[in-house]
Every structure is written in C-alpha cells, then in structure tokens.
T-cell receptor, first 112, second 113 residues
Framework: DQQVKQNSPSLSVQEGRISILNCDYT??????FLWYKKYPAEGPTFLIS?????DKNEDGRFTVFLNKSAKHLSLHIVPSQPGDSAVYFC???????????FGQGTILTVHP | DAGITQSPRHKVTETGTPVTLRCHQT?????MYWYRQDPGHGLRLIHY???????DKGEVSDGYSVSRSKTEDFLLTLESATSSQTSVYFC????????????FGSGTRLTVV
C-alpha cells in the first residue's frame, strides 16, 4: 500500500519556465511534508518542507503547496534551471521516531 | 561533507552470503535510518534506530538485521543475500524525531549475483 505517490515518473521543461511536481498521500496522520532532491551517485538532499498547518511555503525559487482536503502537495520551481535536473522525492512524516515515507520519485529534466 | 559516511560504496556478492553495510556519523545524532532505493518504489525504510541498542523494523525489514552498539555506527546486515536485495542502500541521520531534514549518506550500491 503506497501511502505517498508520485504519479509522474518524469517531467521535461524548458529553462526559464515553471516546473510543477506533484505528490499525493493517503495517510491523514501525516503532518509534515518534504521534498528531497537527488543527483546521480549521491544521497538525497533536503530541499523544502511544509507543516500541515500551512498551505504554502516558499524558499527562493522553490514553493511547496499543500492541499489537505485533497491530500495533495506540489513543488513549483520558478524559473527552472538546467542544474535543477535531478530526481525529486516527496516525503511525509508525523507517525513516530521521525520516520519518513517517500514517494517513487520524479525525474526532472530542464533543457537549456 | 563527512558528517555521515557509508562503506563500502560498491559491493558485488554471491547469493547466500552474509553482507554487512556500515554507516558512520560524526554528528552525534540520535536517530539513524536505513533505506533502500529501487526503481518504481522510491526510498523504503528497512530499519531505524532511536538510540544505542534501540532499533526497530521498517516496512521492508525481512532478510535484514541491524545493530547499533555505539552512537556513531549503524550496521545493516543481509543475513543471506538474495537477488531481490540488489539495490542502492542509503543511511540517514536526524537529530530529533521532529527534524525531518535528514542528512543522507552517499549510498552503497549492492549487487547480488
């Protein structure tokens, strides 16, 4: 039972345009959501997070939106840059011991 | 940055042999986690630790065991490796249970032949 789902395996965008990555979850006990970015041959790195009491969090070019009623979150990258090309994982926490449940990942490719 | 290191980085092993992967941290963080990454599955939690000698199972723990005899080291053992355990293994550390901004190691690519 996949509690966190990223239904788009890949996304391709042009440099300078907006990238929108989506994530759905099923467990209403999750109260914290995060996005991680992963380059090949490296570990994932934390990108941005949002608590369930908020609906938006912004950090520079990155904005995460949370729609609790739809159990949906999205990551917006504006403007997209070629260096943003990576695998993006959404994750959810709030059960116990700081455990995170990850989605399958979305490969983002930003073309120059 | 060397706050967390995994060894080995790559390993090829034969079916049926035991394998131990090591995670070493210099951050004195209480919480440590082992995840595996597989195509189509993302990152799945194998085992985690919330203190020295305190460990518990994650969602894909069958065939794996862990040990944490000191704060800085978290060992993952494949008791009898199978081809289904071919994967990339990541260790992560966290200071508190509400700090989800994990620091991940660089991963161990394990191939079971």
């Amino acid at each position: 039972d996949q509690q966190v789902k990223q239904n788009s395996p890949s996304l391709s965008v042009q440099e300078g345009r907006i990238s929108i990555l989506n994530c759905d979850y099923t467990n209403s006990m999750f109260d914290y959501f995060l996005w991680y970015k992963k380059y090949p041959a490296e570990g994932p790195t934390f990108l941005i997070s949002i608590s369930s009491i908020k609906d938006k969090n912004e950090d520079g070019r990155f904005t995460v939106f949370l729609n609790k009623s739809a159990k949906h979150l999205s990551l917006h990258i504006v403007p997209s840059q070629p260096g943003d090309s990576a695998v993006y994982f959404c994750a959810a926490g709030g059960t116990s011991y700081g455990k995170l449940t990850f989605g399958q990942g979305t490969i983002l490719t930003v073309h120059p | 940055d060397a706050g967390i290191t995994q060894s080995p980085r790559h390993k090829v092993t034969e079916t049926g042999t035991p394998v131990t992967l090591r995670c070493h941290q210099t951050e004195n963080h209480r919480y440590m986690y082992w995840y595996r990454q597989d195509p189509g599955h993302g990152l799945r939690l194998i085992h985690y630790s919330y203190g020295v000698k305190d460990t518990d199972k994650g969602e894909v723990s069958d065939g794996y065991s862990v040990s944490r005899s000191k704060t800085e080291d978290f060992l993952l053992t494949l008791e009898s490796a199978t081809s289904s355990q071919t994967s990339v293994y990541f260790c992560a550390i966290s200071q508190t249970p509400t700090n989800y901004g994990y620091t991940f190691g660089s991963g161990t690519r394990l191939t079971v032949v």
